[in-house]
């Protein structure tokens, strides 16, 4: 691989005139194919935190500490937000049975006829800006594997910005001193937000000797 994108927690996110937008949050792929779609960015002040969703085909380049954007990145509002509530039809309401009747208390011609509130036909619901079957993925994520090891947390993520996929994860180990191990993405079975599952036992993976990241 000529060229390796890694993406680190916290690392300062820049224009290509070198200004900060903000810093890396979240790396969001596809589970299965392991494809990179975008990076979601913390940006804002100390009180107001916001985080916003940039598409990984504006990365032009990476450092462990830097993620630099292409010349013709857009402004900060430009990008979604990763999270926003949305409006949503509420299913159960629409699709309850036509002919339940709100309940009725006080007596017809006598005094007022009040009725419960059968439910809105709209909810608010919180929703994420990331395409569809996509997982926004930690980085601090816990690594367990086949036989329900805690082995580790993901320290960074190694991307071929070529075919815009996740080549490696870096886990570390230990609390005192920092163990490293580069885990081949062949390696998860299942990935979510919080927790990577891999395929191969503890004992298979000690048999791996500790790395150092890829030069970039």
Sequence with gaps: MEKTFLFQKNASVLTASSDQLGSLERVVLHPETKVITDIVVRGG???SKEY???PIDLVVETTENQVTLR?????WESYPLFEERRIVEDEEQFNAPSDVQPV??????VGPALTTNMG?????RLERNIPEGTVALKEGAKVFTADDKHVG???RILVDPSLEQATHLILTQGLLVKERKLIPMKWVMMLGEDTVHLQVTEA???????????EE
Aim: glycine letters at 12%.
């Design 45 to 47: 002040g100390l009180f």
């Design 52 to 54: 916003r969703v940039v």
């Design 71 to 75: 010349s013709d990145a857009g402004a």
């Design 104 to 109: 009725v208390y006080g007596v017809p011609g």
């Design 120 to 124: 809105e036909p709209f909810v608010t």
């Design 153 to 155: 947390n993901v320290d």
């Design 204 to 214: 298979e993976l000690k048999e791996f000797d500790s790395v150092s990241p890829p």
